[in-house]
Structures are given as structure tokens and as C-alpha cells.
Nanobody, 116 residues
Framework: QVQLVESGGGLVQPGGSLRLSCAAS????????MRWYRQALGKERELVAT????????NYADSVKGRFTISRDNAKNTVHLQMNSLKPEDTAVYYC?????????WGQGTQVTVSS
């Protein structure tokens, strides 16, 4: 079965950095695009970043362009989200996502809190 396990969240001061990781299993990882979403308290879940199966193309929400970088390691079945210049409005639960076999799969999420 598909499993996605996020890690790397935590509390960071404004302007700081965090690197999130998502370990994937249960499907042919190098055949699928991967995504990071986030959901702030009381708000809808939003797409943050997407990376194609080979890692050759990426896309970002306007709110994170120039600050976040998505990457993947197909040898280790992992996808990362490097987050720099963090702002309080980046506070949210961050989720790893894959669309596989006509279904959306999600990890359990990792909390990121940006606060002084």
C-alpha cells in the first residue's frame, strides 16, 4: 500500500530555514510527480510545490517562489522541501502528496510554525 511519511517540521523564527522530507513507499516512486501542500488553521489546503517524476521540472505557488525549493532523490524514494526566509504566514501543516492509480494519497503531515 502507498505510504508517505513526512518529517522535518518544527518551530523556527522568521527568516529561518527548515527542510522537510517525505519518504515514499508502495508505488514506483520514479514514475510519478510529487507534491507538497499545506493547510493553515481555518484555511483550505493549498498546493505549495510540484516536481515531475524525473525532477526535471518544478512549479511553485506565488507565495513561496524564490524562497522554497522542491527536490527529489529517486534512488532513496524521497522528496524534500527546502524552505528559506520563512514568514509567519508559512505556518501550517505540510503534507506530501501523490496521485497514484486514480487516487490521491497523503502523508500524516508535519507542523511548521514560524514565530518569534
Amino acid at each position: 500500500q502507498v505510504q508517505l511519511v513526512e518529517s522535518g517540521g518544527g518551530l523556527v523564527q522568521p527568516g529561518g530555514s527548515l527542510r522537510l522530507s517525505c519518504a515514499a513507499s508502495g508505488f514506483t516512486f520514479n514514475g510519478y510527480a510529487m507534491r507538497w501542500y499545506r493547510q493553515a488553521l481555518g484555511k483550505e489546503r493549498e498546493l505549495v510545490a510540484t516536481i515531475t517524476s524525473t525532477g526535471g521540472s518544478t512549479n511553485y505557488a506565488d507565495s513561496v517562489k524564490g524562497r522554497f525549493t522542491i527536490s527529489r532523490d529517486n534512488a532513496k524514494n524521497t522528496v524534500h522541501l527546502q524552505m528559506n526566509s520563512l514568514k509567519p504566514e508559512d505556518t501550517a501543516v505540510y503534507y506530501c502528496n501523490v496521485w497514484w492509480n486514480r487516487l490521491d494519497y497523503w502523508g500524516q503531515g508535519t507542523q511548521v510554525t514560524v514565530s518569534s
